[in-house]
């Protein structure tokens, strides 16, 4: 009896210091990893601001959206018509002086027209039946000389397009307003965070951050004609507007005195 309760205690001092030895490690490792961190100071106060701006630049391209649709009772009969037309259609344009690989199908379909009964009293209603289809077709024509974009559309309109469903004015090059941009509003940006800092008695210092929030030129104009004009169709391109935005991120500091 003696024996057996001389190896237990033999064992339970051989755990003991097992565990003895495995919480100074532990205790030794915690320690050297908080020596080596960086010491946590406070947070860095700074401002965060968003600088808008807008440049005007005439543009030099216009985009038409233009084509037709027919109705016929034969499916066939409808693809053909409307086939023919943008046939004329097309050619009529590049007899305006534009290039062929300027000029390519945007859209395309051909669809069931239903006739819907009204229905009448004591009778069940009618379903829906096919009475004709509707085949359209219509083309995105880039127009690289402005002064010919009525001349265009009145071509198309002529040779038998009966839908004008888009004009736009692009720029084809747009770095540099796109960069003037970028730079005005950083500049209100800069405004906006001095501005800010001035009222807390504070400068700004360094930049810690800066992100372009996004740059857009869009201009859409449009129109809808189903008829020839009567006279040539006048354009007045105007001028685009190139929109960035531009967000910074500045260190406030206390001023120096």
Same mark, same amino acid.
């Given at each position: 009896? /003696?024996?057996?309760?001389?190896?237990?205690? /033999?064992?339970?001092?051989?755990?003991?210091?097992? !565990?003895? $030895?495995? !919480?100074?490690?532990g205790?030794?490792?915690?320690?050297?990893?908080?020596?080596?961190?960086?010491?946590?100071?406070?947070?860095?106060?700074?401002?965060?601001?968003?600088?808008?701006?807008?440049?005007?630049?005439?543009?030099?391209?216009a985009?038409?959206?233009l084509?037709?649709?027919?109705?016929?009772?034969?499916?066939?009969?409808?693809?053909?018509?409307?086939? #023919?037309?943008m046939?004329?259609?097309? =050619?009529?344009?590049?007899?305006?002086? &534009?290039? +062929?690989?300027?000029?390519?199908?945007?859209?395309?379909?051909?669809?069931?027209?239903?006739?819907?009964?009204?229905?009448?009293?004591?009778?069940?209603?009618?379903?829906?039946?096919?009475?004709?289809?509707?085949?359209?077709?219509?083309?995105?024509?880039? &127009?690289?000389?402005?002064?010919?974009?009525?001349?265009?559309?009145?071509?198309g309109?002529?040779?038998?397009a009966? #839908?004008?469903?888009?004009?736009?004015?692009? $720029?084809?090059?747009? !770095?540099?307003? =796109?960069?003037?941009?970028?730079?005005?509003?950083?500049?209100?940006?800069?405004? /906006?965070?001095?501005?800010?800092?001035?009222?807390?008695?504070?400068? !700004?210092g360094?930049?810690?951050?800066?992100?372009?929030?996004?740059?857009?030129?869009?201009?859409? &104009?449009?129109?809808?004609?189903?008829?020839?004009?009567?006279?040539?169709?006048?354009?007045?391109?105007? #001028?685009? +507007?190139?929109?960035?935005? &531009?967000?910074?991120?500045?260190?406030?500091?206390?001023?120096? /005195?």
């Amino acid at each position: 009896m /003696k024996r057996s309760t001389s190896k237990w205690l /033999k064992r339970r001092h051989r755990r003991g210091a097992g !565990l003895a $030895l495995a !919480l100074a490690a532990g205790l030794l490792a915690a320690t050297a990893a908080a020596q080596s961190a960086p010491p946590q100071g406070p947070a860095v106060p700074f401002v965060a601001v968003t600088g808008n701006a807008e440049v005007a630049a005439a543009p030099d391209r216009a985009v038409v959206s233009l084509g037709a649709v027919v109705e016929s009772q034969q499916a066939q009969d409808a693809q053909k018509q409307i086939a #023919q037309i943008m046939q004329r259609v097309i =050619r009529d344009i590049k007899a305006q002086g &534009v290039a +062929q690989e300027k000029i390519r199908t945007a859209g395309l379909s051909l669809n069931p027209v239903y006739s819907h009964p009204a229905p009448r009293a004591g009778q069940e209603p009618e379903a829906p039946r096919i009475v004709g289809y509707r085949a359209s077709n219509t083309v995105r024509v880039q &127009v690289d000389d402005l002064e010919r974009v009525g001349a265009v559309i009145d071509a198309g309109i002529a040779a038998g397009a009966n #839908q004008l469903t888009g004009l736009s004015f692009e $720029l084809s090059d747009d !770095l540099k307003p =796109r960069s003037r941009a970028l730079q005005l509003a950083a500049q209100e940006a800069r405004s /906006k965070a001095e501005a800010i800092a001035a009222s807390l008695n504070l400068q !700004l210092g360094e930049v810690l951050e800066v992100r372009e929030e996004g740059v857009a030129a869009p201009y859409p &104009v449009e129109r809808r004609m189903a008829a020839p004009a009567a006279a040539g169709t006048p354009i007045q391109p105007g #001028q685009v +507007q190139v929109n960035a935005a &531009v967000h910074v991120r500045y260190r406030l500091a206390t001023p120096q /005195k």
